[in-house]
Nanobody
Framework: QVQLVESGGGSVQAGGSLRLSCAASGYTYSRYYMGWFRQAPGKEREGVAVIDSDGTTGYADAEKGRFTIARDNAKNTLYLEMNSLKPEDNAMYYC???????????????WGQGTQVTVSS
């Protein structure tokens, strides 16, 4: 059974940084494509960053240069380093996994429960 558990969310001032983690279990992690998505209050969920099985990454335009996605296959863990955070980054952040490369499309088969990020101005 695939399980994804996010952690690392919290409250931070604008301009600050956070690192989110997603611990994966129940499947061959290194073979799966992983992504980070977020949903702000009253808005649709949107893609943030993705990484394929060999480390190739992709980002939504708003996050390029500020966010970095990475994976540690030895630890079955996905990361999202977020710098220069803005109030508009306020959202619940979710990690997702699938054996199909969906990039930023929300067709991933497996999702975590989310971790809240709050950025104050």
């Amino acid at each position: 059974q695939v399980q994804l558990v996010e952690s690392g969310g919290g409250s931070v001032q604008a301009g600050g940084s956070l690192r989110l983690s997603c611990a994966a279990s129940g499947y061959t992690y290194s073979r799966y494509y992983m992504g980070w998505f977020r949903q702000a209050p009253g808005k649709e969920r949107e893609g943030v960053a993705v990484i394929d099985s060999d480390g190739t990454t992709g980002y939504a335009d708003a996050e390029k240069g500020r966010f970095t996605i990475a994976r540690d296959n030895a630890k079955n863990t996905l990361y999202l380093e977020m710098n220069s955070l803005k109030p508009e980054d306020n959202a619940m952040y979710y990690c997702a996994a699938d054996c199909i490369l969906w990039w930023l499309l929300q067709k991933y088969n497996y999702w975590g429960q989310g971790t809240q990020v709050t950025v104050s101005s």
